[in-house]
T-cell receptor
Framework: GQNIDQPTEMTATEGAIVQINCTYQ??????LFWYQQHAGEAPTFLSY????GLEEKGRFSSFLSRSKGYSYLLLKELQMKDSASYLC??????????FGAGTTVTVRA | KAGVTQTPRYLIKTRGQQVTLSCSPI?????VSWYQQTPGQGLQFLFE???????NKGNFPGRFSGRQFSNSRSEMNVSTLELGDSALYLC???????????FGPGTRLLVL
């Protein structure tokens, strides 16, 4: 099974940087995903890591360390529209996705 | 390309009734997964279908069932509804199980 932990809430100022950590314990690892979910909407795909290292995509970057069971999502140059819930999801070797509880990020002016 | 569509978007039922939700995947996608999202439990995996076969199943009671048709459209059914079944039901599709999943807008079910 999977055990996925991420902080419940984070608050940051517009223009700042926020790092959302995710730790996991899994019986078989086959990739880690980050999704963004605005209130009342569906999750949208942000990033995917399967090998160790940093993946950068515009203002968003995601890092993975498989040996430590650790990932983070880095949001740079925060904008008000980045206020949302960020979901860490781990895929097992059967391609089943398990989600963390999500981190609610509030961006303040 | 059109995204994942789900119908209906909102639904109100009473305890003991049954409900059927529908999901149409992105064109060309053959894998469909279903999730239940509640404030207390977060996103919980229900089941996954690929080429009309159930590949994976989560830890939900047998009241929750699903199927997939030859055109990859999928339905999930919940029988004998309970108050605790009130949730947002999300469907996600991918080309095949190895690929990234893309979510539909969800069906919000309220059980009274």
């Amino acid at each position: 099974g999977q055990n996925i932990d991420q902080p419940t809430e984070m608050t940051a100022t517009e223009g700042a940087i926020v790092q959302i950590n995710c730790t996991y314990q899994t019986s078989g690892f086959n990739g880690l995903f980050w999704y963004q979910q605005h209130a009342g909407e569906a999750p949208t795909f942000l990033s995917y890591n399967v090998l160790d290292g940093l993946e950068e995509k515009g203002r968003f970057s995601s890092f993975l360390s498989r040996s430590k069971g650790y990932s983070y999502l880095l949001l740079k140059e925060l904008q008000m529209k980045d206020s949302a819930s960020y979901l860490c999801a781990v895929r097992d070797q059967g391609y089943k996705l398990s989600f963390g509880a999500g981190t609610t990020v509030t961006v303040r002016a | 390309k059109a995204g994942v569509t789900q119908t209906p978007r909102y639904l109100i039922k009473t305890r003991g009734q049954q409900v059927t939700l529908s999901c149409s995947p992105i064109s060309g996608h053959r894998s469909v997964s279903w999730y239940q999202q509640t404030p207390g439990q977060g996103l919980q995996f229900l089941f996954e279908y690929f080429s009309e076969t159930q590949r994976n199943k989560g830890n939900f009671p047998g009241r929750f069932s699903g199927r997939q048709f030859s055109n990859s459209r999928s339905e999930m059914n919940v029988s004998t509804l309970e108050l605790g079944d009130s949730a947002l039901y999300l469907c996600a599709s991918s080309g095949d199980p190895q690929e990234t999943q893309y979510f539909g807008p969800g069906t919000r079910l309220l059980v009274l």
